[in-house]
């Protein structure tokens, strides 16, 4: 059965550090989406991506926050000069169809900024 | 504002009842909704989709009420397995989803 993944599965970096945090998505898919689970709170939405380019985004989604599909199959997450409260789980997440609607999750990279 | 709403819980049910969970959305400018199950450290799986005249999956039934911006989810005879948090979700115009907190499930022996 076909799948996301994501790599690195935990990540620890110093604050004010760069981190790039990868995705397979499904070959298929069209649409692309990472969201962020700090511990203990809810899953969040941060951006959807289709056609190479954002399509949506939230608000904690800002200029320190950038996303790529830099070839055909990986999709990244940067996030320039990181903070102690970046922290979180990082899910990527892939879709075939906009009207479908259902998105395949990764399982996830663990961020630590100390 | 869009917000999604659940009772966190935790629901300690015994195997073989029935529970329900509920979740309410605030922004009425919302297109679909989903259930997601999501065990401990692990990613969201999606569970139903929740379509306007109710639908059924096995022991999993989904209800939605667009008047009063809510959704349910009913388990029957509840197993083990079933066990996990599960999230209410909202997409709202465009291609951004919403998630509620969770509702913790714990079926018993």
């Known amino acids: 059965e076909p799948e996301v993944t994501q790599t690195p599965s935990h990540q620890v970096t110093q604050m004010g550090q760069e981190v790039i945090l990868r995705c397979v998505p499904i070959s298929n898919h069209l649409y692309f989406y990472w969201y962020r689970q700090i511990l203990g709170q809810k899953v969040e939405f941060l951006v959807s991506f289709y056609n190479n380019e954002i399509s949506e985004k939230s608000e904690i989604f800002d200029d320190q926050f950038s996303v790529e599909r830099p070839d055909g199959s990986n999709f990244t997450l940067k996030i320039r000069s990181t903070k102690l409260e970046d922290s979180a789980m990082y899910f990527c997440?892939?879709?075939?169809?906009?009207?479908?609607?259902?998105?395949?999750f990764g399982p996830g990279t663990r961020l630590t900024v100390l | 504002r869009k917000e999604v709403e659940q009772d966190p819980g935790p629901f300690n049910v015994p195997e073989g009842a029935t529970v329900a969970f509920n979740c309410t959305y605030s922004n009425s400018a919302s297109q679909s909704f989903f259930w997601y199950r999501q065990d401990c450290r692990k990613e969201p799986k999606l569970l139903m989709s929740?379509?306007?005249s109710g639908n059924e999956d096995g022991r999993f039934t989904a209800q939605l009420n667009r008047a009063s911006q809510y959704i349910s989810l009913l388990i029957r005879d509840s197993k083990l397995s079933d066990s996990a948090t599960y999230l209410c979700?909202?997409?709202?115009?465009?291609?951004?989803?919403?998630f509620g907190t969770g509702t913790s499930l714990t079926v018993i022996p």
């Open positions: 929740v379509y306007s």
């Open positions: 997440a892939s879709s075939s169809d906009i009207s479908y609607n259902e998105q395949f």
């Open positions: 979700v909202v997409k709202y115009t465009g291609n951004q989803f919403y």
